[in-house]
Protein backbone atom coordinates (compact mmCIF):
# COMPACT_ATOMS: atom_id res chain seq x y z
CA UNK A 1 0.00 0.00 0.00
CA UNK A 2 2.68 2.70 0.78
CA UNK A 3 4.82 1.69 -2.35
CA UNK A 4 1.16 2.05 -4.17
CA UNK A 5 0.52 6.06 -2.84
CA UNK A 6 4.53 7.19 -2.92
CA UNK A 7 3.38 5.77 -6.95
CA UNK A 8 0.12 7.88 -6.95
CA UNK A 9 2.04 10.99 -5.36
CA UNK A 10 4.97 10.83 -7.94
CA UNK A 11 3.02 10.97 -11.02
CA UNK A 12 0.84 13.80 -9.61
CA UNK A 13 4.03 15.48 -8.36
CA UNK A 14 6.37 15.15 -10.92
CA UNK A 15 4.73 17.98 -13.41
CA UNK A 16 5.48 20.33 -11.00
CA UNK A 17 8.52 19.49 -9.98
CA UNK A 18 9.79 19.48 -13.20
CA UNK A 19 8.59 22.45 -14.07
CA UNK A 20 10.09 24.15 -10.98
CA UNK A 21 13.42 22.51 -12.00
CA UNK A 22 13.56 23.98 -15.69
CA UNK A 23 12.42 27.58 -14.26
CA UNK A 24 15.24 27.66 -12.09
CA UNK A 25 17.63 27.00 -14.21
CA UNK A 26 16.46 29.21 -16.50
CA UNK A 27 16.76 31.90 -13.86
CA UNK A 28 20.51 30.94 -12.32
CA UNK A 29 21.90 31.92 -9.44
CA UNK A 30 25.03 34.49 -9.00
CA UNK A 31 27.21 35.16 -6.37
CA UNK A 32 25.19 37.91 -5.08
CA UNK A 33 22.18 36.12 -4.47
CA UNK A 34 23.01 35.23 -1.17
CA UNK A 35 21.30 32.58 1.66
CA UNK A 36 19.07 34.60 4.12
CA UNK A 37 18.25 32.65 7.44
CA UNK A 38 15.46 34.96 8.51
CA UNK A 39 12.33 33.27 7.02
CA UNK A 40 11.59 35.79 4.05
CA UNK A 41 9.80 34.89 0.75
CA UNK A 42 6.40 33.05 1.08
CA UNK A 43 6.19 29.64 0.76
CA UNK A 44 3.05 27.39 0.62
CA UNK A 45 0.93 26.84 3.69
CA UNK A 46 0.44 23.08 5.41
CA UNK A 47 -3.48 21.09 5.36
CA UNK A 48 -4.98 22.53 8.51
CA UNK A 49 -7.12 21.14 10.92
CA UNK A 50 -9.88 22.48 13.13
CA UNK A 51 -7.95 23.80 15.25
CA UNK A 52 -5.69 25.40 12.66
CA UNK A 53 -2.58 23.01 12.98
CA UNK A 54 -1.16 20.83 10.55
CA UNK A 55 -3.10 17.39 10.21
CA UNK A 56 -0.88 14.49 11.66
CA UNK A 57 -0.16 11.95 9.13
CA UNK A 58 3.22 13.59 7.87
CA UNK A 59 6.66 13.39 9.35
CA UNK A 60 8.07 16.59 10.72
CA UNK A 61 11.14 17.50 8.96
CA UNK A 62 13.52 20.44 10.87
CA UNK A 63 16.46 22.18 9.94
CA UNK A 64 19.19 22.34 12.82
CA UNK A 65 21.95 24.58 12.75
CA UNK A 66 25.14 22.83 13.42
CA UNK A 67 27.90 25.68 13.61
CA UNK A 68 29.88 25.85 16.99
CA UNK A 69 28.22 28.88 17.93
CA UNK A 70 24.07 26.88 17.80
CA UNK A 71 25.29 24.38 20.39
CA UNK A 72 24.22 22.51 22.41
CA UNK A 73 21.01 22.12 20.27
CA UNK A 74 17.77 21.63 21.56
CA UNK A 75 15.23 18.25 20.82
CA UNK A 76 18.19 16.77 18.89
CA UNK A 77 17.79 13.35 21.13
CA UNK A 78 14.45 12.96 20.33
CA UNK A 79 14.24 12.50 16.80
CA UNK A 80 13.85 9.13 15.23
CA UNK A 81 16.47 10.15 12.01
CA UNK A 82 19.08 12.56 11.52
CA UNK A 83 20.96 13.45 8.70
CA UNK A 84 24.07 14.99 8.14
CA UNK A 85 25.00 16.94 5.05
CA UNK A 86 27.30 19.26 3.95
CA UNK A 87 26.99 22.95 3.38
CA UNK A 88 28.86 25.83 1.95
CA UNK A 89 32.94 26.09 3.10
CA UNK A 90 32.71 22.08 4.11
CA UNK A 91 30.51 23.09 7.02
CA UNK A 92 27.56 20.52 8.24
CA UNK A 93 23.94 21.42 8.63
CA UNK A 94 21.34 18.53 10.28
CA UNK A 95 18.02 17.83 9.43
CA UNK A 96 15.85 16.18 12.32
CA UNK A 97 12.78 13.90 11.45
CA UNK A 98 10.12 13.33 13.84
CA UNK A 99 7.84 10.91 13.77
CA UNK A 100 7.40 9.31 17.26
CA UNK A 101 7.01 11.86 19.30
CA UNK A 102 7.37 15.69 19.51
CA UNK A 103 9.74 16.88 22.05
CA UNK A 104 8.52 20.48 23.15
CA UNK A 105 11.18 22.42 21.07
CA UNK A 106 13.74 21.96 18.95
CA UNK A 107 16.39 24.17 17.26
CA UNK A 108 17.86 26.10 16.28
CA UNK A 109 16.28 25.98 12.84
CA UNK A 110 18.38 27.41 9.98
CA UNK A 111 17.59 27.53 5.76
CA UNK A 112 16.99 24.90 3.51
CA UNK A 113 19.08 23.55 0.64
CA UNK A 114 18.11 22.29 -2.67
CA UNK A 115 19.26 18.44 -1.72
CA UNK A 116 16.84 18.55 1.04
CA UNK A 117 13.87 18.48 -1.82
CA UNK A 118 14.98 14.90 -2.91
CA UNK A 119 15.66 13.87 -0.02
CA UNK A 120 12.68 14.22 1.89
CA UNK A 121 10.14 12.98 -1.26
CA UNK A 122 10.95 8.94 0.47
CA UNK A 123 8.73 10.68 2.50
CA UNK A 124 5.01 11.28 2.03
CA UNK A 125 3.66 14.83 2.24
CA UNK A 126 6.40 15.91 4.89
CA UNK A 127 6.41 19.01 6.71
CA UNK A 128 9.55 21.35 6.42
CA UNK A 129 10.66 23.81 9.20
CA UNK A 130 12.72 26.29 8.35
CA UNK A 131 14.38 29.45 8.52
CA UNK A 132 14.62 30.95 4.92
CA UNK A 133 16.48 29.35 1.72
CA UNK A 134 18.16 31.29 -1.10
CA UNK A 135 15.61 33.36 -2.74
CA UNK A 136 16.04 31.21 -6.25
CA UNK A 137 15.10 28.10 -4.34
CA UNK A 138 12.16 29.53 -3.00
CA UNK A 139 10.05 28.56 -5.93
CA UNK A 140 11.44 24.87 -5.85
CA UNK A 141 10.26 24.88 -2.61
CA UNK A 142 7.18 26.31 -2.85
CA UNK A 143 6.30 23.82 -5.75
CA UNK A 144 7.82 20.29 -4.03
CA UNK A 145 5.76 18.15 -2.61
CA UNK A 146 5.81 18.91 0.51
CA UNK A 147 4.04 21.72 3.83
CA UNK A 148 6.57 24.01 3.52
CA UNK A 149 6.27 26.26 7.06
CA UNK A 150 9.10 28.84 7.35
CA UNK A 151 8.46 31.20 10.64
CA UNK A 152 6.04 33.67 9.06
CA UNK A 153 3.32 30.75 8.14
CA UNK A 154 2.26 30.04 11.93
CA UNK A 155 2.03 32.10 14.40
CA UNK A 156 3.23 31.28 17.52
CA UNK A 157 5.15 28.15 15.99
CA UNK A 158 8.29 29.92 16.37
CA UNK A 159 10.34 32.03 18.90
CA UNK A 160 13.51 33.65 19.40
CA UNK A 161 15.53 32.40 22.31
CA UNK A 162 17.95 34.65 24.36
CA UNK A 163 20.80 31.89 25.23
CA UNK A 164 22.39 32.50 21.38
CA UNK A 165 23.01 35.40 19.25
CA UNK A 166 21.04 35.89 15.93
CA UNK A 167 20.89 33.84 13.59
CA UNK A 168 21.74 30.90 15.99
CA UNK A 169 18.35 31.53 18.28
CA UNK A 170 15.63 30.46 16.59
CA UNK A 171 13.25 27.92 17.79
CA UNK A 172 10.35 26.06 16.76
CA UNK A 173 7.41 24.72 19.52
CA UNK A 174 6.36 21.35 17.18
CA UNK A 175 3.26 20.95 19.08
CA UNK A 176 2.29 24.52 18.07
CA UNK A 177 2.78 23.65 14.27
CA UNK A 178 1.61 20.03 13.75
CA UNK A 179 -0.44 19.32 16.75
CA UNK A 180 0.23 15.59 17.78
CA UNK A 181 3.20 13.48 16.53
CA UNK A 182 1.93 11.11 13.70
CA UNK A 183 3.87 7.52 14.82
CA UNK A 184 6.54 5.64 13.85
CA UNK A 185 4.65 4.09 10.89
CA UNK A 186 5.24 8.08 8.91
CA UNK A 187 8.50 6.94 8.43
CA UNK A 188 8.32 5.78 4.99
CA UNK A 189 12.14 5.88 4.61
CA UNK A 190 12.92 2.52 4.01
CA UNK A 191 15.05 1.46 6.72
CA UNK A 192 14.56 -2.25 8.87
CA UNK A 193 14.68 -2.72 12.13
CA UNK A 194 15.45 -6.27 13.66
CA UNK A 195 18.41 -8.61 14.46
CA UNK A 196 21.73 -7.88 13.50
CA UNK A 197 22.85 -9.72 10.68
CA UNK A 198 25.86 -12.22 10.75
CA UNK A 199 29.18 -10.85 10.74
CA UNK A 200 30.85 -7.54 10.85
CA UNK A 201 33.80 -6.34 12.84
CA UNK A 202 34.34 -4.92 16.19
CA UNK A 203 33.99 -1.26 15.88
CA UNK A 204 34.81 1.16 18.83
CA UNK A 205 35.01 4.46 16.86
CA UNK A 206 34.31 5.74 13.47
CA UNK A 207 34.89 9.54 12.40
CA UNK A 208 33.36 10.68 9.28
CA UNK A 209 34.96 14.35 8.16
CA UNK A 210 33.95 16.96 5.92
CA UNK A 211 36.39 19.80 4.16
CA UNK A 212 35.52 21.84 7.71
CA UNK A 213 33.26 19.92 10.24
CA UNK A 214 33.90 16.18 11.63
CA UNK A 215 31.65 13.62 12.70
CA UNK A 216 32.67 10.88 15.59
CA UNK A 217 30.64 8.35 16.71
CA UNK A 218 32.18 6.23 19.84
CA UNK A 219 30.51 2.98 20.99
CA UNK A 220 29.22 3.15 24.97
CA UNK A 221 29.39 -0.51 26.07
CA UNK A 222 26.73 0.79 28.68
CA UNK A 223 24.32 2.27 27.16
CA UNK A 224 24.04 0.28 24.08
CA UNK A 225 24.54 3.50 22.29
CA UNK A 226 26.88 5.24 19.91
CA UNK A 227 28.11 8.61 21.29
CA UNK A 228 27.88 11.62 18.90
CA UNK A 229 30.61 13.97 19.06
CA UNK A 230 30.41 16.99 16.38
CA UNK A 231 34.22 18.91 15.60
CA UNK A 232 35.81 17.50 18.67
CA UNK A 233 32.68 18.47 21.63
CA UNK A 234 30.62 15.68 22.77
CA UNK A 235 26.49 16.45 21.68
CA UNK A 236 24.32 17.13 24.61
CA UNK A 237 21.38 19.31 24.26
CA UNK A 238 20.34 22.12 26.23
CA UNK A 239 18.52 19.90 28.48
CA UNK A 240 21.62 17.69 29.10
CA UNK A 241 20.72 14.76 27.52
CA UNK A 242 23.49 12.89 25.67
CA UNK A 243 22.43 12.32 21.96
CA UNK A 244 23.48 8.79 21.44
CA UNK A 245 21.71 6.68 18.67
CA UNK A 246 21.51 3.39 18.38
CA UNK A 247 22.62 3.00 14.72
CA UNK A 248 24.94 5.29 12.72
CA UNK A 249 25.19 5.20 9.10
CA UNK A 250 27.86 6.32 6.73
CA UNK A 251 26.12 6.41 3.25
CA UNK A 252 28.72 7.03 0.40
CA UNK A 253 26.99 9.56 -2.24
CA UNK A 254 27.82 12.06 -5.02
CA UNK A 255 28.25 15.43 -3.45
CA UNK A 256 28.67 17.86 -6.28
CA UNK A 257 28.36 22.01 -6.86
CA UNK A 258 24.81 23.26 -7.30
CA UNK A 259 23.61 26.31 -9.34
CA UNK A 260 23.30 28.32 -5.22
CA UNK A 261 25.76 30.34 -3.49
CA UNK A 262 25.65 31.84 0.08
CA UNK A 263 26.14 35.44 0.54
CA UNK A 264 29.82 35.03 -0.36
CA UNK A 265 30.07 33.45 -3.13
CA UNK A 266 30.44 30.15 -1.70
CA UNK A 267 28.68 27.17 -3.55
CA UNK A 268 26.10 25.29 -2.39
CA UNK A 269 26.84 21.32 -2.37
CA UNK A 270 24.21 18.88 -3.84
CA UNK A 271 24.03 15.70 -1.87
CA UNK A 272 22.55 13.12 -4.41
CA UNK A 273 20.35 10.34 -2.67
CA UNK A 274 18.84 9.32 -5.50
CA UNK A 275 20.67 6.35 -6.88
CA UNK A 276 23.08 3.51 -5.23
CA UNK A 277 26.49 2.76 -3.68
CA UNK A 278 28.37 1.50 -0.21
CA UNK A 279 27.51 2.38 3.40
CA UNK A 280 29.01 0.97 6.54
CA UNK A 281 26.52 0.50 8.99
CA UNK A 282 27.26 1.06 12.58
CA UNK A 283 25.70 -0.92 15.40
CA UNK A 284 26.08 -3.36 18.78
CA UNK A 285 29.75 -2.20 18.79
CA UNK A 286 30.10 -3.47 15.43
CA UNK A 287 30.50 -2.06 11.90
CA UNK A 288 29.02 -3.52 8.48
CA UNK A 289 29.82 -3.35 4.75
CA UNK A 290 26.58 -2.11 3.07
CA UNK A 291 24.71 -1.41 -0.11
CA UNK A 292 22.39 1.23 -0.66
CA UNK A 293 19.83 1.40 -3.39
CA UNK A 294 16.63 4.56 -3.68
CA UNK A 295 16.09 4.07 -7.73
CA UNK A 296 14.25 7.04 -7.72
CA UNK A 297 13.11 10.20 -5.29
CA UNK A 298 9.44 8.66 -4.75
CA UNK A 299 11.16 5.68 -2.73
CA UNK A 300 12.50 4.83 0.22
CA UNK A 301 16.33 4.15 1.08
CA UNK A 302 16.85 0.45 0.68
CA UNK A 303 20.17 -1.17 2.54
CA UNK A 304 21.40 -4.32 2.39
CA UNK A 305 23.97 -7.02 3.44
CA UNK A 306 26.81 -7.77 0.98
CA UNK A 307 25.15 -10.65 0.37
CA UNK A 308 21.79 -9.30 -0.50
CA UNK A 309 19.71 -9.90 2.59
CA UNK A 310 17.99 -7.00 4.05
CA UNK A 311 20.09 -4.49 6.71
CA UNK A 312 18.39 -4.37 9.69
CA UNK A 313 19.13 -1.58 12.03
CA UNK A 314 19.08 -1.48 15.72
CA UNK A 315 15.64 -0.13 17.73
CA UNK A 316 16.25 3.54 18.00
CA UNK A 317 17.48 6.62 16.81
CA UNK A 318 19.61 6.37 13.65
CA UNK A 319 21.71 9.13 12.58
CA UNK A 320 22.55 8.98 8.62
CA UNK A 321 26.01 10.64 7.38
CA UNK A 322 26.31 11.58 3.69
CA UNK A 323 29.99 11.19 3.19
CA UNK A 324 31.17 11.94 -0.22
CA UNK A 325 32.15 8.84 -2.76
Known amino acids: MRQLARMRRGAMTAALLAAAVTGSLLTGCTAGGGATDDG????????????????SGSVLAV???????????TGLDAADVVYAEQVEGGLSRLMAVYASRFPKVVGPVRSARESDLELLRQFDEPTLAFSGAQHKLLPLI????LHAQPPES?????????????????YLRPQRLMGSAPGSAALT????????????SPETSRTVRFPAARF???WSGSRQRWLVNMDGTPTVTTDGKTVAPATVVVQYVKVRASQFHDVLGNNTPYTETVGSGKAKVLRDGRVFDANWARPSATDG???TTTGGAPMNFAQGQV???????
Open 40 to 55: RGRTQGPTEGNDGTTK
Open 63 to 73: KIDNVRAARPQ
Open 142 to 145: DRAP
Open 154 to 170: VSGAYYRGTDKPAPHNL
Open 189 to 200: AGFHFGQAPTGG
Open 216 to 218: TFT
Open 301 to 303: TEF
Open 319 to 325: WVVFAKA
